[in-house]
């Protein structure tokens, strides 16, 4: 029931250029060059490939970060929305067999962020009767209808674009018009975040970025760290400053539009798929047409990539074109104060402070003598 969580780490093992060994998890802190590093990742495509990575990474987390007993505590982990059932036994072995723990609960990211978008409910675990959760997140975008907090799993809908493909789409670009950065993964993931901005009329936006005059409102320069001063990442620089010859400097400008517009309109890359809005739509007209109203006024927004600027107002703009004038629409997104990324952490500190892990959760004597097939029959609630 904590209000942050005790640490955040990347779920990767990264190898520096002048290191001979990776570093996971707390590890990471310790790097201080972050220039043309390997990254190995257990993840692909949003799926655990790699379980000794996962397992490795696993463990420097609960014996060196957070220094717990693992056979005297639960477990609380999230998974993949329409997880493989192969992957799910996988984690349910290693959870109780590998490590121990008293009890154990696996649910997808979306189920979680309920009880932070509606904490007024979490305690009569059923979070909103009608919602709809949209995760933007690394791999790939879900939209997840819920009626009484159970997924309808013939709704739910994907868009294969998240953070990772923008940030490959933004370095495949930057290195054909200006600097080769394909190596510079960590670099550019921060210039993304620094400087990208959701357009909310892109066929404009992207004319005034043509322009070479003060119109263009999108053009800036990014000053490229060094790495001789101890700086990982660069800064925008001010356009009244002095120019510095000694800095490299990296122009940009309808770049910082077209990166987040890939989860709008996907096709710009190929991908035959609709955006956003179009799968919340197909999302919610699939479910019975009496709910299609109150889904739409419980729209839940989480994950990274949803923290552009104008992210919110475009998709809004967007979904009111495609949904009928009759419906009411109302998102729940997140504030100031709180971090789309650590939104359905959150959701799942509320989960079990209110006793929700304790109704949905699975003991380790219930999983000796029943096996995986407890695990299937626990958790069908969330999956």
């Known amino acids: 029931g904590q209000d942050a969580p005790t640490s955040v ?51 420097r987390l609960f014996k060196h970060v957070l220094k717990v007993d693992t056979k005297e505590c639960g477990l609380l982990a999230s998974e993949p929305v329409l997880n493989l059932g192969s992957l799910s036994r996988q984690m349910d072995e290693i959870a109780f067999e590998k490590y121990g723990f008293k009890s154990f609960c696996r649910v997808p990211s979306p189920s979680m962020a ?38 309808v799993n013939h709704a739910i809908r994907r868009v294969n674009v998240g953070g990772k ?18 190596d510079e993964t960590a670099l550019i993931d921060q210039i993304k975040h620094q400087v990208c901005t959701t357009s909310l009329d892109f066929k404009t936006d992207l004319g005034a970025s043509k322009k070479h005059s003060k119109e263009n409102k999108f053009r800036l320069e990014y000053v490229l760290p060094s790495h001789m001063d101890g700086k990982t990442y660069g800064h925008i620089r001010d356009p009244k400053a002095k120019k510095n010859d000694e800095e490299q400097v990296l122009s940009l400008s309808n770049e910082r ?13 190929g991908i035959n798929q609709g955006g956003l809005a179009q799968a919340i739509a197909e999302s919610i007209k699939a479910c019975h047409p009496d709910l299609h109203g109150l889904l739409y006024q419980n729209i839940v927004i989480i994950g990274g ?30 504030t100031k104060d709180q971090d789309p990324i650590n939104f359905a952490w959150k959701g799942g500190s509320k989960m079990v402070s209110s006793g ?10 219930t999983y000796q003598e029943y096996g995986s097939d407890a695990c299937k029959r626990k958790f069908f609630w969330y999956t």
């Open 114 to 151: 309920l009880y932070e978008a509606f904490p007024s409910k979490a305690p009569d675990l059923m979070s909103e009767m009608y919602s709809v959760v949209v995760d933007v997140g690394y791999s790939f975008a879900h939209v997840v209808p819920f009626i009484e907090e159970m997924p």
């Open 9 to 59: 780490v990347p779920n990767c093992a990264i190898k520096p250029k002048r290191e001979r060994r990776f570093f996971v998890a707390d590890q990471i802190n310790e790097i201080i060059d972050f220039s043309q590093v390997f990254y190995r990742r257990p993840c692909e495509r949003g799926y655990i490939t790699d379980w000794n990575l996962q397992s490795e990474i696993w463990e």
């Open 356 to 365: 929700a892990y304790n109704h949905y959760s699975l003991t380790k004597a």
């Open 305 to 334: 990539s949803s923290k552009f600027p104008n992210f919110q107002q475009r998709l809004e703009t967007e979904l009111r074109c495609l949904a009928p004038t009759k419906y009411t629409i109302n998102y729940h997104s997140y």
């Open 165 to 182: 493909l923008l940030t490959n789409y933004l370095k495949e670009v930057v290195s054909y018009r200006a600097f080769n950065m394909m």
């Open 257 to 269: 539009i077209t990166v987040p517009e890939l989860l709008f309109t996907p096709k710009l890359i």
